[in-house]
């Protein structure tokens, strides 16, 4: 893994605007999605597109376009709308993205690239070796700048943040399903390990939970 020295390796990767209507390839509603939503820790070989790891991320924390009193809301709800949560994506197997560590930007709706180089192994080794985090085509990390919310809400913003990781996390897995691929939320991980891969400090910032995406195992071919 390399600290990205070169600046054509910083360049955001800009991912393909979000419809307006369900995505061509979802596979129905909300209620199917919720019917079918399961853990996935089997994965196939196949690359993820651009397209549906953009869906991914704006799904988990994307600007919905909605702005009124300065706001600018999100597809997940927050406490005072102050958006604590940072989301991550290590990208092992994504069409058109260098293996590496990207931050997404919902603001950008693009991937802000933190570090070259496949982290899949160390992300598995430091959530206690759980193999599906080096064969899931990329993992995200969900992590928290708890100050934005407790400078408000004091230590019980502590427990907004909790909340709010939960519903990103579910919109993932809705989204994941809806798009006819799979998602497994890790929480069995080693913080300073996982703080260390995404380069934060694990104090102002740190990751609080993993998840998991792919397609599904035996659905080579299928699209
Ligand atoms: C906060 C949280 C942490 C989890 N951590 C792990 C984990 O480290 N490894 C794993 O294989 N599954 C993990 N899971 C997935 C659960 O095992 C799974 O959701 C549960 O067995 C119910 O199955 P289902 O998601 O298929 O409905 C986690 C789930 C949540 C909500």
């Avoid at 393909?16 to 089997?42: I, K, T, W, Y």
């Avoid at 560590?101 to 192994?121: A, F």
């Avoid at 998602?183 to 934060?200: K, P, Q, R, T, Y």
Wanted: charge should be neutral; aromatic fraction near 6%.
């Amino acid at each position: 893994v390399q600290v990205l020295a070169h600046p054509e390796a910083r360049k955001p990767v800009r991912l393909p605007p979000v419809p307006e209507r369900a995505p061509r390839e979802a596979l129905g509603g909300l209620f199917e999605a919720l019917r079918l939503r399961a853990s996935l820790r089997e994965y196939a070989e196949e690359p993820l597109r651009l397209e549906e790891l953009g869906l991914l991320a704006w799904a988990a924390c994307g600007e919905n376009g909605r702005e009124e009193r300065g706001f600018r809301y999100r597809t997940v709800p927050s406490a005072g709308a102050l958006y604590p949560l940072e989301l991550y994506a290590a990208c092992r197997a994504v069409e058109g993205v260098a293996p590496g560590v990207y931050r997404y930007s919902p603001e950008g709706h693009s991937l802000e690239p933190r570090r070259t180089g496949d982290v899949s192994r160390e992300l598995a080794r430091a959530a206690l070796g759980q193999g599906m985090l080096a064969r899931a085509a990329a993992v995200f990390a969900i992590s928290a700048v708890e100050s934005r919310t407790t400078r408000r809400y004091g230590e019980r913003g502590r427990r907004y943040v909790l909340m709010e990781v939960g519903a990103a996390s579910e919109n993932l897995h809705l989204a994941a399903t809806a798009l006819g691929l799979g998602s497994c939320a890790v929480g069995a991980f080693d913080d300073e390990s996982v703080n260390a891969i995404l380069g934060l400090d694990g104090r102002a910032e740190r990751a609080l939970l993993l998840q998991t995406v792919g397609r599904p195992a035996g659905s080579e071919g299928a699209r």
